[in-house]
């Protein structure tokens, strides 16, 4: 059974810095294409980064590239997100969502308030 469990998130001031964290179960993030997206209030899901499994490749949305790091750790069969220089516009519950079936956890809550 395929499980994706997200957690990391929280309240941070404007500039400040997460990491989320993706625990997956029932598959092998290492041999699958991985992405994490998210929903602001009131809006519709925007992708934010992409991995793909074979070989590491990252993608990632222009609003969040040279501030957001996606990452593995195929031991732990785990994906992250690095958010550095966060903004209030960054505000969203994060997900974390296996590529080929849209598949996707419980989501997590990120902050970003002075």
């Known amino acids: 059974q395929v499980q994706l469990v997200e957690s990391g998130g929280g309240l941070v001031q404007p500039g400040g810095s997460l990491r989320l964290s993706c625990a997956a179960s029932?598959?092998?993030?290492?041999?699958?294409?991985m992405k994490w997206v998210r929903q602001a209030p009131g809006k519709g899901l925007e992708w934010i980064s992409t991995m793909t499994g074979a070989n590491g490749v990252t993608y990632y949305a222009d609003s969040v590239r040279g501030r957001f790091t996606i990452s593995r750790d195929n031991t732990k069969n785990t994906l992250y997100l690095q958010m550095n220089s966060l903004k209030p516009e960054d505000t969203a519950v994060y997900y974390c969502?296996?590529?080929?079936?849209?598949?996707r956890g419980q989501g997590t809550q990120v902050t970003v308030s002075s």
């Open positions: 029932g598959f092998s993030i290492s041999s699958d294409n």
């Open positions: 969502s296996r590529v080929r079936s849209g598949e």
